[in-house]
């Protein structure tokens, strides 16, 4: 073992949660689709359609053979019947070998990120070198879903077993049993709070006093940072287009509107909380299908395939609170990650916070800044402070994008770390509020 | 995609039967063993080849076999093959080239009719289990047996009429007796394969079953639970000669019109064969018998069987020991990059597709979706193949790639441009490839580092449907490249035409000529239909007009060009008319108008129209054996058969001729050297004759004295 040791000392240790040392992990690249908005209908792709269409070219691009991976792991919420079990699915249409292990991970909307920390922690505790880790989502494609009394009347029409039977179980047949639900919908509503996710938005809204015009601004700035970062080229690595098999070729994020302002967003009425509410479609994340994969790699798989990392992980972090507050979670993990680095936010370059809802983000910074808060969360009086908001979301987020749930996680890793060596930075964090009550952030350097 | 440990066990999976011999091996091609229940197995596997093919050696075994089992009847026989390429292709064809009579060949049926008659008359339960590939020859030994169990991908089918044969070891009268005879009939007057589904379907299987439960469906059939299939009551129905007259007339129109009666006799005979003893079973068998024999005597199946050789020799080519290609590259997604690009993911290679317009190579995937429907592809069949089409819009295939293959504008500053970036970032191994049709490999090679990697591998348009590659060599190749190349087009289903790079290669050298004159009848006021019925009836699939506008006008002047421009042989001057058509957009088929108009892909043509003088044949034919001759001559291509093979799978040349140097050597060098001498006394010295005939004539006569 005196080789691995030597390695050891060569390189910058990274340290866990228990300050043991362990090995350093890589971020070597990444790429996603663009991002396409639902549009009412099942879109061209299905969850692990875009996985392919943006993992293919990654693949291809960092060129280490497809069978030398370790596993693949792939967040994913809205799984579809005929992709089960997506990271697998995805592995073998990937060209990946029948011998590649393959996991799909759930944690709503912080999946993507999910299979990120999982692979940094195989890799970081030596169980693996090399891991494709991912995110996909087709929200498009959520199934439509019969109401249970709509099941039972099948199940008994299929057991009759008599002319008898059948008569009886036509008459009991009332239409209005079969109207579909929309299964998004289910997903999107809170089982134990009762509350759908806009509605959440609107009680932080309410709580930190976010008003319906700081909410629509903050909308508009997402708009125009993401219509800058494309124009600009910024995204030409990071965004892969994809081609539908009908030849559409998708380039673009197609729901991004430059010319989107404060005045248009006005006109818009609240969704969830009508008339009274502030929480609009304008200022919330859009609803969007789109996949993101990243490549990790430890020091040993860097070597040996000669690969040029763009990262290093340094920490990361989950944390839970009342589902009616899920929005808040980042404040959470962030400020866990920031106390173990002994850092302020301030000391960190860049931020992403994953746009659920404008009033959401903006709830996040209020609240790093509320005495009141911070004592509840922190048990101290003296509040972490203001994030600047020219740290935060520098090329816009879910709002202009979209948050195709089990993806954005993935998204605002790989986009933090070309955006920080785009400018020279060095540290980042990222971290997203998941339906359900939780938070999950990861802090890292470039390279 | 299969792992090494499937792999491993995949060879378990076949039901092989008991594996006890019964004797000691005394037959080279057939095993014999005994199982439970009193079944027999017979396991069919021709020796030293990897399919089983019908020959005389196999009857005469079969035939001992059966003696045997006839002294000592089982319960039941099974007879299968263990070959993994299928049951069993057909009859030995090799066989019947060297039947020289009528005579000779239908004694040697009426012999092999005995040994299936016998089979068909065991006293005991006969099953034939089918895998893979059972077609002519081998389904007629199925026919034979009482019941025939399939395993999933099987192919069925009788492809006889192909090699202008019809069925001829009584499958005429077993498969009309089986199934509905107009099914029957449909089968071997197109000799379309059909897949178990629709085998059993049809009722030409009675279960279909998978590998491992080819047992118990055998011990089900012996013990009589499987129910035969039956045959329908259309059968009942047509046994009158009058009933099946109404249907006959109806066929003779559809044969007539894929394939003309006074080139293809063999959907003729069938169709008579059945009109006059369908249903009286020994009657047909009999009929068949001398149908066949004559059939194989014609022209047309000589030549047919011919053309089958050239094609196992050109696909011989491709079985060499070179690396196969796992990764193509391709630059350039145009018309043919595109296609090229689609038709390798197609046949399982990993794709990539660059082009500096991202919308072109997001179009090739549309075409590869096109094709997947076309061929009825599966949805899952589909989405793998689509799957391994990536487009690169970053170029970045280049450098994993097996073979970079580039497919960009005919321009030489272009390409050149390419091969620097591609040469600097390939794989050492790795091919470059060309799909130039018009500029020559000495200059493309010219500022290589390593020019001994740059081939030519000329594909034809439409790539799905064309099986021809010219595999077009320079001074300065490494052999090794060729090979591997020639091995890649094998590994895409396609014949590869080893050729060098003069200009047009061969088959635009020799096509050119042909179109080129039929553009000076147009000139003279010959009408296009006149000109292309002409050529059609002489065999072609087309006349060369409608060729013209298939291929684009743009394409045939700008290769007519090059050939005046590069050869030394006089090639009258574009029409102007013609330049101005190009100029104007009219290109053909492709932007629905040139020398005719087209609608929904078809060309809109005149059906009265004066008749051809009678040297437009001869106008059209000669110079293109000319150009042939010429190409054979300059050892553009090495061999007559080679040309032949080339020009039939790469135009389509009538293939009942056998292709124009088969056409040539039936007329004789000297004659035609004078029929070409005479057309250039009258219309000029595009026709004067090539060397070539001169030097064959007395070569031929030196060999002969």
């Keep these: 073992m005196t080789a691995t040791k030597e390695k050891e000392s060569s390189t910058p240790k990274a340290t866990n949660k228990r300050g043991t040392s362990a090995r350093r992990v890589y971020l070597v690249d990444g790429a996603r689709t663009p991002f396409l908005k639902a549009r009412g209908r099942p879109g061209p792709f299905s969850p692990v359609d875009l996985a392919v269409q943006c993992g293919r070219p990654l693949l291809m691009r960092q060129g280490i053979p497809a069978d030398a991976y370790d596993q693949v792991i792939l967040g994913c919420v809205n799984v579809i019947p005929t992709e089960m079990n997506p990271a697998r699915v995805a592995a073998l249409r990937l060209g990946m070998g029948e011998a590649m292990p393959a996991f799909t991970v759930q944690i709503n909307c912080g999946s993507g990120m999910q299979s990120l920390d999982t692979a940094y922690k195989y890799i970081r505790e030596g169980g693996s070198d090399l891991i494709l880790a991912g995110g996909t989502e087709a929200l498009s494609h959520a199934p439509m879903v019969l109401s249970r009394d709509a099941v039972e009347w099948l199940a008994d029409f299929n057991s009759a077993s008599s002319p008898g039977d059948y008569a009886r179980q036509v008459t009991g047949f009332s239409p209005g049993d ?50 800058r970062a494309a124009d600009e080229g910024w995204l030409d690595d990071e965004v892969i287009p994809a081609v539908a098999p009908d030849g559409t070729l998708y380039k673009y994020d197609d729901g991004v509107r430059p010319d989107s302002s404060v005045e248009k967003l006005a006109g818009l009425k609240p969704v969830f909380e009508p008339p009274h509410g502030k929480v609009t479609a304008g200022n919330s994340s859009q609803v969007t299908d789109g996949a993101s994969w990243m490549i990790l790699a430890s020091e040993e798989a860097v070597k040996k395939y000669g690969l040029e990392p763009k990262a290093v992980i340094v920490d990361s972090e989950w944390s839970a609170l009342d589902p009616k507050i899920m929005g808040l979670g980042p404040v959470l993990s962030a400020s866990a990650i920031l106390r173990r680095q002994g850092s302020g936010l301030n000391d960190i370059d860049l931020w992403e916070i994953n746009e659920a809802f404008a009033a959401q983000v903006l709830a996040c910074l209020e609240a790093w800044d509320d005495p009141e808060f911070s004592r509840a969360a922190f048990g101290t009086d003296k509040p972490l402070g203001r994030l600047d908001p020219e740290r935060l979301n520098v090329d816009g987020g879910a709002v202009a994008i979209g948050h195709p749930v089990g993806t954005s996680g993935n998204r605002i890793v790989l986009h933090l770390m070309n955006a920080l060596r785009r400018k020279g930075l060095k540290q980042g964090i990222a971290t997203e509020c998941i339906g359900g009550g939780q938070s999950g952030a990861m802090m890292i350097e470039a390279l | 995609m299969t792992g090494h440990i499937l792999q491993a066990l995949s060879a378990r ?108 008359n065991a006293s005991y339960t006969t099953v034939a289990v089918i895998h893979g590939a059972c077609l002519g020859g081998g389904l007629e030994l199925a026919l034979a047996c009482n019941y025939r169990i399939a395993v999933p991908g099987a192919k069925l089918g009788f492809p006889e009429v192909k090699l202008g044969l019809h069925p001829g070891l009584g499958g005429t009268a077993r498969l009309t007796r089986l199934i509905d005879p107009m099914e029957a009939m449909t089968l071997m007057l197109t000799g379309k394969t059909v897949p178990h589904q629709k085998a059993e379907k049809l009722g030409m299987v009675d279960q279909v079953v998978e590998e491992r439960h080819v047992a118990s469906a055998v011990a089900a059939a012996v013990a009589g639970d499987i129910d035969p299939a039956g045959h329908g009551l259309r059968g009942r129905v047509l046994s009158t000669r009058p009933a099946r007259q109404l249907e006959t007339r109806q066929m003779r129109s559809k044969a007539a019109e894929k394939a003309p009666p006074e080139h293809y006799p063999a959907p003729e005979a069938l169709i008579r064969l059945w009109e006059e003893h369908g249903g009286d079973d020994e009657a047909m068998l009999r009929a068949e018998v001398d149908s066949f024999a004559e059939l194989l005597m014609t022209d047309t199946s000589r030549n047919l069987v011919r053309v089958f050789f050239l094609q196992e020799t050109m696909k011989g080519l491709t079985r060499t020991e070179a690396e196969p290609v796992n990764h193509i590259h391709v630059v350039g997604a145009g018309e043919m990059g595109a296609d090229i690009a689609g ?240 100029e104007n957009g009219d290109l053909g088929k492709k932007t629905g108008k040139g020398l005719y108009h087209w609608k929904k892909g078809k060309a809109e043509k005149e059906s009265k129209v004066a008749d051809a003088p009678d040297d437009t044949i001869d106008r059209l034919l000669l110079p293109m054996l000319n150009a042939c001759r010429a190409c054979l001559r300059e050892q553009v291509i090495e061999s007559e058969d080679l040309a032949d093979g080339a020009m039939i799978f790469g135009t389509g040349f009538a293939p009942f001729r056998g292709g124009p140097m088969a056409y040539a050597r039936k007329w004789g060098s000297a004659d035609i050297r004078q029929a070409l001498e005479a057309l250039a006394n009258r219309y000029g010295d595009r026709f004067g004759p090539d060397p070539g005939w001169a030097e064959d004539e007395s070569g031929r006569s030196s060999e002969q004295s």
Aim: aromatic fraction near 6%.
């Design chain 1, 178 to 227: 079969f109207k579909p639900e929309i299964s998004l919908e289910q997903g999107l509503t809170d089982p134990i709070a009762g509350l759908s996710m806009g509605q959440t938005a609107e009680v932080l809204a309410q709580q930190f006093n976010i008003s319906r015009k700081a909410a629509d601004e903050y909308a508009v700035s997402s708009h125009q940072r993401l219509a």
């Design chain 2, 13 to 120: 999976e076949m039901e092989r039967g008991p594996s006890q011999q019964t004797d000691s091996p005394q037959w080279k091609h057939w095993k014999l063993a005994e199982g439970e229940q009193g079944i027999v197995w017979l396991t069919f596997d021709k020796q030293d080849t990897s399919a089983n093919v019908v020959s005389t050696e196999v009857l005469e075994e079969l035939e001992a076999i059966l003696e045997k089992l006839h002294l000592q009847p089982p319960k039941g026989l099974v007879i299968r093959s263990t070959k993994a390429s299928g049951f069993c292709l057909g009859a030995d064809i090799g066989e019947f080239r060297k039947l020289e009579s009528r005579d000779e060949a239908a004694e040697k049926l009426a012999r092999a009719h005995e040994v299936v008659n016998r089979l068909d």
């Design chain 2, 343 to 582: 038709w390798c993911a197609y046949n399982g290679l990993s794709v990539t597709l660059f082009d500096m317009e991202p919308e072109k190579v997001a179009a090739a995937v549309a075409k590869l979706a096109d094709l997947c429907n076309r061929k009825h592809r599966t949805p899952a069949q589909r989405r793998d193949i689509l799957d391994r089409l990536t487009p690169d819009f970053g170029n970045h295939g280049i450098e994993h790639a097996d073979l970079v293959l580039e497919a960009v504008p005919e321009k030489v500053e272009i390409k050149q441009k390419v091969y620097e970036e591609a040469e600097a970032r390939m794989k050492d191994s790795a091919i470059l490839a060309t799909n130039t049709s018009s500029i020559p490999l000495e200059t493309l090679r010219d500022k290589l580092k390593d020019p001994g990697r740059l081939v030519g591998l000329h594909f034809f348009n439409p790539v799905a449907m064309m099986p021809l590659v010219e595999v077009v060599s320079h001074d300065k190749v490494k052999q090794a490249i060729v090979k591997r190349a020639m091995a890649f087009t094998g590994q895409i289903d396609r014949l590869p035409a080893p050729v060098t790079t003069a200009p047009g290669f061969l088959v635009n050298r020799v096509l050119t000529p042909y179109l080129v004159e039929a553009m000076v009848m147009l000139d003279e006021g010959i009408a296009a239909e006149t000109i292309d019925r002409e050529a059609e009836k002489f065999g072609m699939p087309v006349g060369p007009v409608e060729l013209a506008d298939q291929v684009g006008l743009d394409i045939c002047l700008s290769v007519a060009n090059m050939l005046r421009d590069r050869l030394d042989t006089p090639m009258p001057p574009p029409p102007a008319w013609l330049e101005e058509k190009v």
